[in-house]
């Protein structure tokens, strides 16, 4: 259940970072939403990751929140805010993937 948690908290990440990106492409007054939205995303994805803490260690819990947190966030931005995709970046994030598998594999 932990991991699902972990999981989650990340996935939160990924959203408080679009949140950053969508509040910087609008100049109107609805980019209040999309700092309200940071924020809301921020507190529930910091509580996963301390509740994950307490059952699972803390440097692998916290790799793999950043670890989800970048990969969601880069392939954000390659599809919704239309940043390039060239070979060494999808390289990169499947390395990185491949780094979160092995740390689920060899946690306990």
């Keep these: ?3 699902i948690l972990l999981i989650i908290a990340g996935l939160f990440e990924v959203g408080f970072a679009t949140c950053l990106g969508k509040a ?3 100049s109107d007054s609805s980019s209040i939403w999309w700092i309200v939205g940071f924020f ?3 507190t529930v994805s910091m509580y996963l990751l301390y509740k994950v803490t307490q059952t699972l260690p803390i440097g692998t819990a ?3 929140w950043t670890g989800i947190g970048a ?3 880069v392939l ?3 599809f919704i805010f239309k940043e390039p995709a060239d070979f060494w970046r999808v390289f990169f994030i499947v390395t990185l993937i491949t780094s979160i598998v092995g740390l689920k594999a060899v946690s306990h």
């Design 76 to 78: 954000v931005g390659i």
């Design 71 to 73: 990969v969601g966030t």
């Design 24 to 26: 910087k492409e609008t």
């Design 40 to 42: 809301a995303c921020l």
């Design 62 to 64: 916290y790799a793999v």
């Design 1 to 3: 259940m932990n991991w």
